[in-house]
């Protein structure tokens, strides 16, 4: 699947992100791989064209809604969180939600590593957007011998 430019036509919630709810195996498997792809991309623009316009986060303990505090939110992760790298997995499935666990790697501006380790329940809107992310996280910090990603 192509990445929508950031335009005024692809900022509205009238275009189509697929795969498309009612999610089957093979395509929340997609829409897991298409997550991690556009979140190791670290471009926060291009990341938030994956969400509603209003979509509602919980990611850690701030909670918020909208594209545009999405984007503010992932620049402030990305600037704090060097040379990320993100694994997901499919935990599960059902209709229009998805359940993953995913692990990510970075290093902060002193060059202490962390390995960051949660779980994320994902509800999308019927046209493929994702509506409703919720994020709960643990850091354990790493050398870089132990980095694996």
């Known amino acids: 699947m192509s990445v929508l430019p950031l335009t005024t036509k692809s900022r ?10 009612p ?13 991690e ?11 938030a064209l994956a969400y509603t316009v209003d979509s509602e986060w ?4 701030e909670i918020f809604s909208g594209r545009e505090k999405i984007i503010e939110f992932l620049n402030r992760k990305w600037q704090r969180e060097l040379n990320y790298r993100l694994k997901k997995e499919l935990w599960c499935f059902d209709d229009n939600r ?12 002193s060059g202490q590593w962390h390995r960051s380790y949660g779980n994320e329940l994902w509800e999308f809107a019927d046209n493929g957007l994702m509506k409703r992310r919720i994020a709960s996280i643990n850091d354990k910090p790493i050398t870089l011998d132990e980095c694996e990603l």
């Open 58 to 61: 919980r990611n850690r303990a």
């Open 37 to 47: 792809n556009g979140w190791n991309s670290c471009d926060p623009e291009k990341v």
């Open 23 to 35: 999610f089957n195996h093979a395509s929340a498997q997609e829409k897991v791989q298409l997550a």
């Open 12 to 21: 509205n919630t009238m275009h189509t992100r697929p795969p498309l709810p």
């Open 98 to 109: 998805i359940a993953v666990t995913f692990k990510y790697e970075w290093h902060d501006d």
